[in-house]
DNA sequence: GTCTATACGATGATAGAC
DNA sequence: GTCTATCATCGTATAGAC
């Protein structure tokens, strides 16, 4: 691992922990381990290293939902194939989506408008499967934007789980199925 | 409206548009018109004022689950019950909910404890709700932890939603229709 | 209760030696 | 690339006059 990468790493972990403005580049900076000002060999400032792991996230989500929507299936096999999408994108690196999740507002004005647009484009794949399985019978009518953001919110404490919790139950399976029992005719 | 209720106001609004520790009390005293230093004539500190927003909203959801409860309903009719306290609670104050939401990983140490307690308990309500509603056969199988959860979570976007963006739905209406066909036999 | 003045530690970031 | 030294600013909070 680069020192580069072990500076995004830590940071990550930071961040989930305290808050994006609570971290300061001091804390950052003992926990790999360098001087404070070393970390300006490596990043431009702290909301680099925000963007960063942001858009990094928010990359992912879009490019696979673009991919499940592009796949010739019925609207709620998208729909459980986007929940193991959540659920993997969250595995993999549960901290990196904290601070996704909680801290984005803190972009300054140009990432935030290129994270909100990315999210706009995701939102609208979503709506669009959701109504597709509205026309087709598969899923029940409502608002299409409530059962979005709901699936989306009930999606998001997952990261909380370790694997110890997950007692004789499958994590990924039990939240499809709520997902899929939320929204099916 | 007394200047200390001015003071929560505004730092209900301040604390949720950007983050308890991006909030400084230079802001907060410029919202309520006075000089900095002014408002330690109303408040002890900065975390006084997370405590009470937070541990006032958690006391409510508290209150709120242990009325449920106690009346004689069956486990479905008491999560709809659960639904509607929730919206009803975050309709009444949402800059409130959203620093309760996001913000209480921020208080110290003794206030943190106090207020995992209360979660704690509204938790332990919650899931005895819904292995009530299993045993009956009301409810699904399946770990009462993860839907406690997923409820939870997927009611935690609703302060988003202001009045002109609900159309032909109903908010309420709705997040029951959700809820309940999640956790449903 | 509100003000002016201020204490004083923490903050993000830079300059320049090595 | 890392360090020491430092800067300018902002943070919460207090003292004391009115």
Request: hydrophobic residues 40%.
């Amino acid at each position: 691992m680069t020192r580069k990468e072990s500076i995004f790493r830590e940071a990550a972990l930071l961040f989930s922990e305290k808050g994006y403005s609570a971290s300061s580049m001091r804390d950052l900076a003992e926990r790999v381990g360098i001087e404070p000002s070393s970390l300006y060999s490596h990043i431009k400032s702290k909301e680099e290293i925000l963007k960063e792991i942001c858009m990094s996230c928010a990359q992912d989500f879009v490019d696979g939902i673009k991919s499940i929507d592009n796949k010739d299936r019925d609207a709620l096999a998208k729909v459980e194939a986007l929940v193991r999408l959540h659920l993997s994108i969250t595995a993999e690196n549960p901290n990196s989506i904290i601070v996704f999740n909680d801290e984005w507002k803190h972009l300054d004005t140009n990432s935030l408008n290129l994270f909100k647009a990315l999210r706009q484009e995701y939102e609208t794949i979503f709506k669009s499967i959701l109504k597709e399985g509205q026309e087709s019978g598969q899923i029940r009518t409502g608002s299409s934007g409530i059962m979005m953001n709901s699936v989306i919110s009930a999606l998001s404490w997952v990261h909380q789980v370790d694997g110890r919790s997950s007692k004789n139950y499958d994590l990924s399976d039990e939240m499809v199925a709520f997902v899929l029992a939320s929204i099916k005719s």
